[in-house]
């Protein structure tokens, strides 16, 4: 039984692979997921200019029933 249990363990190139493909594809993700979450603060930083996030859009015919 022990016998069965370390040939589980084995990772071969091919998942090895995979594995390092997945963690990176998810950090290059992470990482363009912040830049569009923060891309005004970014954009504010580098021209030296105060970030004042956009205002929500608010719908006219709500509005008009008010």
Do not use: C
Not at 23 to 34: E, N
Not at 39 to 45: E, L, M, Y
């Amino acid at each position: 039984m022990h016998h069965i249990l370390l040939n589980t363990r084995y990772l071969d190139p091919g998942s090895g692979s995979l594995l390092v493909q997945l963690i990176a594809a998810g950090l290059v993700g992470g990482f363009g997921i912040l830049a569009k979450v923060f891309w005004g603060r970014i954009k504010a930083f580098f021209k030296g200019e105060k970030y004042v996030p956009p205002a929500p859009e608010t719908d006219e015919d709500d509005q008009d029933e008010a």
